[in-house]
Nanobody, 127 residues
């Protein structure tokens, strides 16, 4: 199994940037695909970004594509989410999640597709 801890959240002005980190412990992190999700109060958890085991493939929803970038450093057991041009609509708790494999590729964008979750880190974007 793997344990995940997010960090890097905070308060930022609209148009600013933040970089979130997801640190993993336990089994070799390169064995896991990783996703980022976010959840605002009263709303459903929303897919933000995906990266495969090697880091060679990424995927984003249209809401963040061009603004957010996911990357990983398997040697350091970390995954990062660089967030640029932040908007108030990006305000949420951000979670990283990991899974060793996908039996159905459609679940990559759904929380149900991931087995392990971090505790989340708060991102607040002011107008």
């Amino acid at each position: 199994q793997v344990q995940l801890v997010e960090s890097g959240g905070g308060l930022v002005q609209a148009g600013g940037s933040l970089r979130l980190s997801c640190a993993a412990s336990g089994r070799t992190f390169s064995m896991y695909a990783v996703g980022w999700f976010r959840q605002a109060p009263g709303k459903e958890r929303q897919f933000v970004a995906y990266i495969n085991k090697s880091g060679s493939s990424t995927y984003y929803p249209d809401s963040v594509k061009g603004r957010f970038t996911i990357s990983r450093n398997n040697a350091k057991n970390t995954v990062s989410l660089q967030m640029n041009n932040l908007e108030p609509e990006d305000t949420a708790i951000y979670y990283c999640a990991a899974v060793p494999s996908f039996l159905n590729p459609n679940v990559v964008i759904t929380p149900q597709g991931y087995a392990y979750w971090g505790q989340g880190t708060q991102v607040t974007v002011s107008s």
